[in-house]
């Protein structure tokens, strides 16, 4: 095996270790979440510092290590520039690869949500609504991740569910029908608006979700169902989900 190797990858979070260094967590196509040292990373003339700043796509060039490997090169492919012109799209960003961070597996490829990711950056660069990229990530993250929620039948039963509003149950994984629902706990009724706003999501792809327009209420309904599942898959509430909260709560924001 090659003691150098290439890869591209987007920068999720850094930390600083010791006085100069700092260890970063990418997520990468072929090799998952990768985690790695950029030696002097901190210093002011640093090389690499500028290049591996949280959410930047870059090309980096690494050295196998004993534990963790070596950053040896970096350059930047995307910067997502207007994200961190604006504090409300860059909590956004940060979300997404909190959200990434946890869900990606070291050394285990999973292409689809690379690919999420990335096109979550560029449509949050783009303008697409944040709140509607963020959703539409909430959804299809947990789909490349292997917990796709049952939309479409009744988890329980497995009924064809009839149009109209439903319970979501976050430990069961999906939708209920009206006599499996009164049995189960942690249940929240979701508008048959919302459920069509779900179906959309599982059957197109961002050109299509680009375009979508959804009243507040529905959006917002739509972020507590998937917050309520994310934290439920994860076991653990996303602690950037909590500060885009607080940002809101504040009015310190430009746009929802
Ligand atoms: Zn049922």
């Known amino acids: 095996m090659s003691r150098l190797y290439k890869t591209e990858g987007v920068v999720l979070k850094h ?7 700092a260890v970063l967590s990418i997520y990468t196509p072929a090799l998952g979440k990768l985690r790695a ?26 050295a196998r290590g004993r534990s963790l490997d070596i950053i040896s ?31 990606g597996v070291e ?29 539409y990530f909430d959804f299809r993250s947990m789909a490349c991740s292997g917990y796709l929620p049952e939309i479409w039948r ?16 976050a430990p069961a994984g999906g939708l209920l029908c009206p006599d499996c629902a009164p049995a189960l706990s942690s249940l929240q009724m979701i508008s048959v608006n919302a459920i069509k706003v779900l179906r959309f999501f599982s059957r197109n792809d961002f050109s299509a979700i680009a375009r979508l327009k959804l ?42």
């Open 37 to 62: 040292v950029a030696r002097g990373a901190k210093r002011s003339k640093s090389r690499l510092g500028g290049h591996l700043e949280p959410l930047n796509h870059c090309s980096i060039m690494l």
């Open 154 to 169: 009744c988890v329980a039963c497995g009924c064809a569910l009839e149009m109209g509003s439903h319970q979501f149950s």
């Open 15 to 21: 930390s600083y270790m010791g006085e100069a260094d």
């Open 107 to 135: 050394g285990t490829e999973n292409r689809s949500l690379f690919q999420l990711l990335l096109n979550t950056l560029r449509s949050l660069s783009d303008g697409v609504h944040p709140g509607i990229a963020l959703r």
């Open 73 to 103: 090169g970096c350059d930047t492919l995307e910067t997502f520039m207007p994200l961190r012109a604006n504090l409300w799209l860059m909590s956004c960003g940060l979300y997404v690869a909190e959200l990434t961070d946890r869900l």
């Open 215 to 256: 009243k507040p209420d529905v959006m917002r309904e739509i972020e507590v169902v998937m917050q309520n599942y994310v934290t439920y898959v994860l076991d653990q509430e996303v602690n950037s989900a909590k500060w885009l909260n607080k940002l809101r709560g504040s009015g310190m924001w430009l746009t929802s």
